[in-house]
């Protein structure tokens, strides 16, 4: 192996390490602070990413998982009243996930607390920005 091709390997080895370490910051802050709502991490996720109507496969595209495992965390989040399941405008097929003013209440008070002392914090709006693109740009092929 060339010697520009090693350089190159530890530099990526070193930003994945970063990415990874991040991940997991921001992972573990989620699982903190969704306890303190009661919560499990995954219906944190999926209260974060519930802004505005959705379907069930588009918030398994949020959350990154299989859309049996975002029915099973709509399941538990609309037996405890946090979410409804409307019909969809435009396809009779499909049903809309809708938070209702007890799920709203509690996606306000979750996303203060991921604000407090978040892992993303110490970035100030145009690094936020800069990661946000850099990383976007690494994901999008």
């Not at 709509?74 to 209702?100: I, M, N, S, W």
């Amino acid at each position: 192996m060339s010697t520009e091709r090693e350089t190159q390997a530890q530099a990526d080895r070193q930003l994945c390490g970063l990415v990874n370490g991040l991940a997991s910051h921001i992972e573990a802050h989620l699982r903190v602070r969704a306890a303190t709502l009661g919560l499990t991490a995954s219906q944190a996720t999926a209260l974060r990413e519930l802004t505005g109507p959705v379907t069930l496969r588009e918030l398994a595209d949020r959350m990154s998982c299989e859309p049996s495992n975002a029915t099973f965390v709509a399941d538990r989040l609309e037996e405890q009243g946090y979410l409804e399941r409307h019909p969809h405008p435009e396809d009779r097929r499909a049903k809309q996930l809708v938070l209702t003013p007890r799920g709203t209440e509690l996606r306000e008070r979750l996303l203060a607390l991921l604000a407090e002392d978040s892992p993303l914090s110490p970035l100030g709006p145009e690094e936020r920005d800069v990661l946000q693109r850099l990383l976007t740009r690494a994901l999008v092929r």
